[in-house]
Every structure is written in C-alpha cells, then in structure tokens.
C-alpha cells in the first residue's frame, strides 16, 4: 500500500527536524575555553571548561584557597583545644560490665541451688543490719552450690506440699530461700563501689527498700532463663502449682488471682523481652541504686542517683551499639519496663502475704525473730 503525500511530507519535515537537532547538539558539544574562545587544549580545569593557559589561573586561586582553609583548620583546632580529652566510654563500659557479669553469674548459680546452704545459716543473721555488720560474704560459698540441682524426687515433692498444708506457706524450705536471696541481695549491693560510700542507716534503709523489687525480677527472669511459663529453680518446684492444689486456698479468689498475677503473668514480660546476659546484669545494678527510698538521707540520694544514672547511660549506649541510636532507645524502654513490672508484682506479692498471714497459718515463727513478718511486709526489714 501506497503511501499517501500528506502523511510521507510530513515524515520529511520530521526527518529533517531530528538533523537539525543533532547537527546542533554537536555543535555545542565542541570543547571551546569559556574565557577567551580558544579550541585548543581545551579541558576542565576546577568545573570550568577552559584552555591550558586560562586553568592555570583557576589553578592557582584553588591552590590558594585550599592553603587558607588549611590555616584556618589549624587556628581553630588550636584555639578549641580541650583541656582534658574525650574518654572513650567504650572501654569504661566494657571493663565494668566485665567486673558485674561473674557476680550475676554466680548469684544465678546459688539462687538456682538455694536448698544446697547448711541449715546452721539460719540461726545466722537475717536481718539486714544483722548481714551488713557480721561481714558476711555469700560469694565466698559458691563452690558449695552446685550448678545443676537435680529435679526434686516425685515422693519429695508429696511430702512438702503436705508441709505446706501443715506448716503453712512460710515452712523451713521457703525460709531458706529467702534467707539466700536476702544474703545475695546485701552480697551484690555491697560488690558495689557507692554502697560503701553510704552510711549504716542510709545502707539498710536502701536495701529494705531494693530487695522486694530484686526478688520479683530475678526470680521471673530465672523462670524464663529455664523456659518455664511460671516461677521455678532448676529443682522444678512452682509456687504457683503448690498453692493452686492447697485445699484451703480452692475457693479464695483473692489467693487464685494473686497467684497467676505474681508467680505466673510477670514471667510473660521476660518471655517478650528476651532479655541478653549483660542486660540483666546492669538492670540489677540499676535496681540496686535507684534512689526512692524515703528513708535516706539526702546525701545518700544524691550518691545513689549519680550511679543509677551512670548504669542506665552504659545500659543505653551498650544497646545503641548493637542496634542504632534509635532502637537502643527503644530497647532501653524494653527493659526499663520490667523494672516497672517487678514493682507491681512485689506488691501483689506482698499482699498476697499478709491475706495469708491474716487468714491462714503461715508458721509465723521464722529464726529468732518473733514479728519478722509484720517487718518484712511493711518494708521495715
């Protein structure tokens, strides 16, 4: 098919068009010297297109800039010098996390094997002034904990649910760990360089005021380290199972409620965070220097604020290293969190035991103190 003359001169235009265009570009495109028009020995010199004998003056004002602005550099650097350097907070960091970590690690050895300490340490002290004064060190005792309890017998277990029924809750069992973790308590805080710094009162005041929120959170965290969905040590007794089957809690919903609150939803919290070694570590040193005791001097809250404040900035910067500025700040949040979770779940505890020692026996005669829990739930030991 033929092609028609209307449409074959208007191809010829178009043809001629697209020649014009491109002769044009090449035109343009020849190297010229935008400062005196020559062709010859054209080149960039300094982003502007010039001949050989022009760049070098453009060569020359760089050169002399560029020497400026060194000057300046070196006037400024002198005038701004610090007195003191930057310290790299890296190595401060890394070398006091390195001193906490194999104090958590053996805390978590002991608190697992609780039931491994002689039975003449509870005629020992147990109040914290008490533990303070006698210089007692439970790290020194270590190696008498073994690192893999083995489950309680089957027969064992039988036998202390019927203590539970006969002696209360607060039988010699659960006295001992408690005794433990009170020991542990005073043990790691005094590990600690501002707890000396302290005075006596400032120290048990402290201390009566940290230990409840360390018990929760070490407690919940050592059940999630086993992958257990309520509290537990590697002996494989639950709290929560041996109350749930007590006869004289069945138709207590307070009880009930407070048992799934504290033994067994705080342990969700840690199962989502997923928390790493060195986290936990430097939350208990953050749990052992917040400073909202009422009790305490100002002093002593000037002291502690200043430590909580170093160990919550080596906690952020250790995340912001591993995961970005912003999601360390994030991960900072994550943990701080849990600290909040275990102060609500020390209180529920701490009800959950004084409905139990207003309404059932408790076996209140606990070592040589007779209002020893009067004491413990009002915080006043």
């Known amino acids: 098919m033929a092609l028609k003359w209307p449409y ?128 007692f060190n439970i790290f020194r005792l270590t190696g008498n904990f073994s690192e893999n309890p083995i489950p309680i017998p089957f027969d064992e277990l039988i036998s202390w649910e019927a203590l539970v029924q006969n002696e209360g809750m607060f039988n010699s069992r659960v006295q001992k760990c408690m005794l433990v973790e009170r020991l542990l308590c005073v043990g790691i805080a005094k590990s600690l360089p501002v707890f000396e710094k302290l005075t006596l009162s400032d120290q048990v005041a402290h201390l009566r005021e940290a230990f409840y929120v360390f018990n929760s959170f070490t407690s919940s965290y050592l059940a999630w380290e086993l992958g257990s969905d309520t509290w537990t040590r590697k002996d494989c007794v639950m709290p929560a199972l041996v109350l749930m089957r007590n006869n004289e809690f069945l ?33 208990i040193a953050i749990i052992l220097t917040k400073s909202n005791t009422r009790d305490l001097s100002v002093e002593g809250k000037d002291l502690l604020l200043d430590e909580f404040t170093k160990y919550t900035n080596i906690l952020l910067r250790y995340n912001q290293r591993k995961l970005g500025l912003i999601e360390g700040a994030q991960r900072l949040a994550e943990c701080s969190e849990l600290i909040i979770r275990s102060i609500e779940n020390e209180c529920a505890l701490r009800l959950m035991f004084s409905h139990q020692l207003k309404n059932y026996s408790m076996g209140a005669n606990y070592f040589k103190v007779s209002n020893f829990f009067e004491n413990f739930f009002n915080k006043t030991d």
């Open 8 to 135: 074959f001169t208007f191809l010829s235009i178009l043809y001629k068009l697209i020649i014009r265009i491109i002769l044009k570009m090449q035109r343009n495109f020849i190297k010229q010297c935008k400062v005196c028009g020559s062709k010859e020995k054209v080149c960039f010199h300094y982003g502007v297109c010039t001949c050989r004998a022009c760049g070098a003056f453009f060569r020359y004002v760089g050169y002399v800039r560029r020497d400026i602005c060194w000057e300046v550099m070196v006037e400024q650097r002198n005038e701004i010098k610090p007195s003191n350097p930057p310290i790299d907070n890296t190595i401060t960091d890394i070398n006091l996390i390195n001193s906490i970590l194999p104090i958590i690690e053996s805390t978590k050895r002991i608190m697992q094997a609780f039931n491994d300490l002689d039975d003449i340490f509870i005629k020992g002290p147990i109040l914290f002034e008490e533990i303070i004064l006698s210089n």
């Open 251 to 283: 138709h207590d919903d307070k009880m009930i409620k407070w048992t799934d609150y504290s033994f067994t939803k705080s342990v969700a919290y840690f199962k989502r965070a997923a928390l790493k070694k060195v986290e936990f570590a430097l939350l």
